[in-house]
């Protein structure tokens, strides 16, 4: 399995990115789960969002309504559109994916492939 990032960047107070995340060779089963992280550094791993096969989203609290999680199963491409960003959320992004039924989707050891990382810059 291979996780690949694109869509990080700078962007100003208030603006959007859009992440994507091309999950290879990633076979499909009703237990997946695919998400986002993030980290600044000097900082624990933060769940961003996730979703499974089904399209149940599950969000950080601190997204508050401005993110928006989806998956394309048809091409294996997660995506997470980011709005009113702020300087708080400046950090490195991580495409997560794996496999287990039931919650707990906060918890990155839940998550057996993470992708290299895409950094997003908020100022």
């Known amino acids: 399995v291979q996780l690949v990032e694109s869509g990080g960047g700078s962007v100003q107070p208030g603006g959007s990115l859009n992440l994507s995340c091309l999950a290879l060779?990633?076979?499909?089963?009703?237990?997946?789960?695919m998400g986002w992280f993030r980290q600044v550094p000097g900082l624990e791993r933060e769940g961003v969002a996730a979703?499974?096969?089904?399209?149940?989203?599950f969000y950080g609290d601190f997204v508050k309504g401005r993110f928006t999680i989806s998956l394309d199963t048809a091409n294996n491409t997660l995506y997470l559109e980011m709005s009113s960003l702020t300087p708080e959320d400046t950090a490195m992004y991580y495409c997560?994916?794996?496999?287990?039924?039931?919650?707990?989707?906060?918890?990155?050891?839940?998550?057996?492939?993470w992708g290299q990382g895409t950094r997003v810059t908020v100022s």
């Open positions: 997560v994916a794996g496999q287990w039924p039931g919650g707990a989707w906060h918890l990155a050891s839940r998550y057996t492939y």
């Open positions: 060779w990633f076979p499909y089963d009703v237990n997946n789960r």
């Open positions: 979703i499974n096969p089904q399209g149940v989203r």
